[in-house]
C-alpha cells in the first residue's frame, strides 16, 4: 500500500518568513495530493491540492511542487502570519474509484509574531 | 447550512457502554468516510462507503461498525466502549467521481470528541 512520509514534525518561523513542508510517497501510481489545514479544536480543511498531470500551483500565498520522478511534494507558505498557525497534512491517492488517500503525519507550523 | 455536519460535538461515557455518531452531508457527495484523530493528531481512517461498496481498515475492531441508511447518511456505531477508543472523531465526505477536475478532496465534519471513563 501506500506510505506517505512529512517532513518536519514541527516548523517555527518568524512572521514574515517563509515556510516549506515536504513529502515523499511509495507507490508511483498515486496522482491526487491534497494538502489539509487544521487549527486548533477544528476540522482540517482542504487547501489546495495538485494532480500529477500538473507541476505546480499557486493560490495567493500558498505553492505546491510535485516532482514524480522523486516521488515528493511540497507545501510553500511564504509571508507567513500567525493565523498560519496549525497542523498541515499531506496526502496521497489515486483520482477515482474507492481509492483512500493516505496522510502524512502532520506538521505543526507555528508562525511567531 | 453546514455541509457535513456530526453530532454530538462531545460524547463522555463510560467503559462497556454502546454509542452512535451521526453523520450528515448535504453535498452530494458519493462517499463518506469516518477517521479516528488520535492525541498525536495522526488521521487514521476507519472506514469508507458508497452506494456500491464498504471498504473496513482491518485494523478496525470490530466494535465499530458504520450504518448508512441512504447516501447522505454514514452513522458510526461503537460497541462495548474501551478507554483506548477516547480520541476524536470526524465523518468526511468526497465526491469520488472518476475524471472530474478537484472533485476528490474531502470535506470533513467538526468532529466529535469521545471520551471514554
Known amino acids: 500500500g501506500e506510505n506517505v512520509e512529512q517532513h518536519p514534525s514541527t516548523l517555527s518561523v518568524q512572521e514574515g518568513d517563509s515556510a516549506v513542508i515536504k513529502c515523499t510517497y511509495s507507490?508511483?501510481?498515486?496522482?491526487?495530493f491534497p494538502w489539509y489545514k487544521q487549527e486548533l479544536g477544528k476540522r482540517p480543511q482542504l487547501i489546495i491540492d495538485?494532480?500529477?498531470?500538473?507541476g505546480e500551483k499557486k493560490d495567493q500565498r500558498i505553492a505546491v511542487t510535485l516532482n514524480k520522478t522523486a516521488k515528493h511534494f511540497s507545501l510553500h507558505i511564504t509571508e507567513t502570519q500567525p493565523e498560519d498557525s496549525a497542523v498541515y497534512f499531506c496526502?496521497?491517492?489515486?483520482?477515482?474509484?474507492?481509492?483512500?488517500?493516505?496522510f502524512g503525519r502532520g506538521t505543526s507550523l507555528i508562525v511567531h509574531p | 447550512d453546514t455541509a457535513v455536519s456530526q453530532t454530538p460535538k462531545y460524547l463522555v461515557t463510560q467503559m462497556g457502554n454502546d454509542k452512535s455518531i451521526k453523520c450528515e452531508q448535504n453535498l452530494g457527495h458519493d462517499t463518506m468516510y469516518w477517521y479516528k484523530q488520535d492525541s498525536k493528531k495522526f488521521l487514521k481512517i476507519m472506514f469508507s462507503?458508497?452506494?456500491?461498496?464498504?471498504?473496513i481498515n482491518e485494523t478496525v475492531p470490530n466494535r465499530f461498525s458504520p450504518k448508512s441508511p441512504d447516501k447522505a447518511h454514514l452513522n458510526l456505531h461503537i460497541n462495548s466502549l474501551e478507554l483506548g477508543d477516547s480520541a476524536v472523531y470526524f465523518c468526511a465526505s468526497s465526491q469520488g467521481i472518476e475524471g472530474v477536475q478537484g472533485a476528490f478532496g474531502y470535506t470533513f465534519g467538526s468532529g466529535t470528541r469521545l471520551t471514554v471513563v
Open positions: 496526502a496521497a491517492s489515486l483520482s477515482g474509484g474507492s481509492y483512500i488517500p493516505t
Open positions: 495538485i494532480r500529477s498531470n500538473v
Open positions: 507507490d508511483s501510481a498515486s496522482n491526487y
Open positions: 462507503y458508497n452506494n456500491k461498496e464498504l471498504i
